[in-house]
């Protein structure tokens, strides 16, 4: 195919709105892979899917955080019986195998065991019990001190039940429901499809009839092995071909604004929210219908144009968010079936609205064929460096969503509002998201508190909103001028502060031969340098995991972040070495 076909393919792609890639992309897959179907062999164990690997391995990197913990919540005015709603519980978990299971590690891989009789954590607090009286304010209060304490308790990802639901009557006919769920085992989809159906099962009960849900195909565990034999062929070689040729050269960090330092695994994070006038909003996606581009793109379009005037940099990499349930029978399902792709836009000099908006749509139909495949294989593709405090690839995210405003949730004698749960975390240095409620387009820009003052944060968004109405009427216009900016540190400060010399290792060669040899083992090959990376020897991070997980079957205490911030032989038989052999108490340094 020539070069303006293949121009003209990209831009047609490109203009697709979402649900007609997943469409395409489900054709495409069902001629170039083998079909979603139930899984063989016994059904009591099966591979995870391979993002929820992904979040695995955060996991095992920070256990017993909540970085990682997806909150959801339901406020129910009117009658509620708690004996329909254990019914409805019990009940949706029989329906979700995914519900019912544990991720457990075997010989350093993880696996998901399926545990027939694990029913979800439901938990009843009474907030009247105490008699006394209270106002709205009272009430609120002690509402949001309780969503708080239910997203302040970690998951054991082996042992919990991986669906939490704990239920508070904050006053007479008034419940505040908290579901709270491993982020490796749900998505925002997932949580809208969980509380139709628990809603669902509530109301049948009620009503004594069968529920109006259709039927499961496939569960979790199946779409799993699919996708894993998916990418194992042709299929999985094509697409990481893609995005090691798409991602060759990209910046391994931008200089976003930060106003600390960007090297720290501290993810509390924060909100700032704003609204799209409306007027500006309109003459905003009327100016991207002309120029042949959908909503989404011309939103990132905006967001790009933002990170260039504050980097920069005219090679940006977003961040977006994409399903992966275009294959047929996926939809139902919950878990998490989601994937984030590293959108690289790269603008002329001097930039107008109208060359981002043609660089954005440019980007997006490069990639339009490939939304589906997993972070990990994307990553191993692009093969960036790795590090215990930074994500790979990303710094930042856009999420865009249609939410239909007219929708309700209902139970007999109750009304049922979704309201946010705050987790307080912040997975990513900066993540701005758009949804649109009919006619109204809301945003918020969700922010690592240890890196950002809010009002850097605040003064981000105005500017967004001032781009996006520039997009809107003055699209021939030159942005601004990029503003200057220290350059992005090239080096983890905790990866540097893990290098210092250890002490002193009696036994420092036999360590460092131990470890190169499970280093080969594991790499499978035959020699290895003490100063060799792993990430850039053939490591990926499921091969970390295994990695410390046979150095601790050898006797050493040893953690995966351990790996990532001594990724050399010689850096990790330092640091194992100095653990079994510490320095005397009398000749270790002061440290204040």
Known sequence: ?????????????????????????????????????????????????????????????????????????????????????????????????????????????????????????????????????????????????????????????????VLRLAVAKIAEGDHQIVETMPHSFTDQHSYVRLNDELLEFYRAFAEDRPPRLADLPVQFGDWSHWQREHFAGPHGRRHREFWRTFLEGVPEHLALPYDHSPYTDDHAGEHHNFTLDSTV??????????????PATAMTAAYAALLHERTGRRDLVIGIPTSTRSEPGSEPLIGFLLTSIPLRIRLPEAPTPRDVLAATAAAAGAVADHREVPFGEIVEAG???????????????????????????????????????PEGISTMDLTTAWWRVDDVVYGRIEYRTALFEHATVAA??????????????????????????????????LGAADHGPPAPDPEAGRTLERVTAVWCEILGTTAAAPDDIFFTSGGTSMLAVRLAHRLRADGFTVALKDVFTRPTPAGLAGLLGARRHPAPAATRPFRP
């Open 1 to 161: 195919m020539s070069a303006p076909a293949n121009q003209g393919l990209a831009a047609r792609l490109a203009r697709l709105s979402p649900r007609q890639r997943a469409a395409l992309a489900g054709r495409l897959a069902a001629a170039d892979g083998p079909a979603l179907r139930p899984r063989p062999g016994p059904r009591d164990r099966f591979p995870l899917g391979m993002d929820q690997e992904r979040l695995w391995v955060l996991d095992q990197l920070a256990p017993g955080t909540t970085t990682y913990t997806l909150g959801y919540g339901l406020r129910v005015l009117g009658d509620f019986d708690r004996a329909l709603f254990t019914r409805a519980t019990d009940a949706l978990t029989q329906r979700h195998e995914l519900l019912r299971c544990g991720a457990e590690s075997e010989d350093g891989r993880p696996v998901l065991r399926l545990h027939p009789d694990r029913r979800a954590d439901l938990t009843w607090t009474d907030l009247t019990t105490d008699g006394a009286p209270r106002g709205p304010e009272e009430v609120e209060r002690r509402r949001q001190e309780f969503i708080a304490a239910q997203v302040a308790r970690p998951f054991d990802l082996a042992a919990d039940p």
């Open 460 to 493: 981000l968004a105005d500017r967004l909103l001032q781009l996006v109405e520039q997009f809107a009427y003055r699209p021939d216009e030159p942005l601004r001028r990029p503003l200057p900016l220290p350059p992005a540190p090239v080096a983890s400060l």
């Open 281 to 294: 909003g309109k003459a905003f996606f009327d100016r991207a219908r002309e120029a042949r581009t959908t």
């Open 383 to 421: 093969a960036p460096g790795r590090a215990a405090d930074r994500y790979p690839l990303l710094q930042t995210m856009l999420v865009q969503l249609d939410i239909d405003g007219s929708r309700s949730l209902e139970l007999p004698g109750a009304e049922v509002y979704a309201n946010a749960v």
